[in-house]
């Protein structure tokens, strides 16, 4: 039995999130030429693989294309490279390339059936309750909205932050707080633009970062049901919000 990584945390998902944005602002200090941020990164990355997080694995792969996209520095590949052949051997290695492939090829589907049937209560208790149940209710409510019995490990939120806002506080609640996403991503990206280039670079992988963490809501309900992801999530929107109300003094300055 292979266990999945994850540390002094409830989950190996929840270690895949932190160690998400440990590695994207781990990248930040090597643009800024400090060389003890490589086998930081580089150990981040090894207890990445081994959470064998998928929906951090798509979270990743998406602030790495957002990030590559506003960036107008040229990316140097052999770093991703050299990254990917590194963790491979260790894969090798430590005889999990296997249990890793098989979950990136979905070769196991309980947890996405599981996930399916998250979706389905989570629907219709939305169109049935668009006011919401409450904060922390909506395991309480999941019987009303399937003609299954629940075992004990079903009660679980759905695997979506957005939905599970929607089904706990209202529909009104879940469109708001999509919207934070939106405008903190405008916000950044109007700062970036106007920054010079050290900070045009923290604010395209700020971006990248807000990107990474809205995939991984798509995907987990941790970011809000769970205090540890609470921290997560609320760190980020205030190191978005600094980024954002420096240069907005600045420009004053200017």
Known sequence: ?????????????????????????????IKQKEHLAYPLLFLQAAAFVLTFSRGAFL???????????????????????????????????????????????FENADSLDERVFYFGISKKMMFALPFGVGIGNFTLNMPDFTSYKLAPWDFQPVHNIYMLVANEMGMAAAVLFMLLFLVL?????????????????????????????????????????????????????ALFGKYIIKRKALDKLG
Not at 2 to 10: C, D, F, S, W
Not at 67 to 72: C, G, K, R, V
Not at 93 to 103: A, G, H, K, M, Y
Not at 197 to 202: A, G, I, Q, S, T
């Open 59 to 105: 979270a990743l792969f998406v602030a790495f294309i957002v990030y590559i996209s506003l960036s107008e520095s040229r990316f140097n590949w052999k770093y991703l490279i050299l990254i990917v052949v590194l963790l491979s051997f260790f894969a090798v290695v430590f005889n999990v390339e296997q249990t890793l492939f098989s979950r990136i090829l």
């Open 185 to 237: 991503a405008i916000l950044l990206f109007v700062r970036m633009k106007k920054s010079l280039r050290p900070e045009k670079l923290v604010g395209a992988l700020f971006i990248s970062n807000l990107a990474g963490v809205f995939v991984l809501g798509l995907f987990d309900h941790y970011l809000i049901s769970l205090y540890h992801g609470q921290v997560l999530l609320f760190l980020l929107f």
């Open 1 to 29: 039995v292979l266990v999945r990584a994850y540390g002094t945390l409830p989950h190996p998902n929840v270690l895949a999130g932190y160690l998400l944005v440990a590695m994207i602002l781990t990248f930040m200090r």
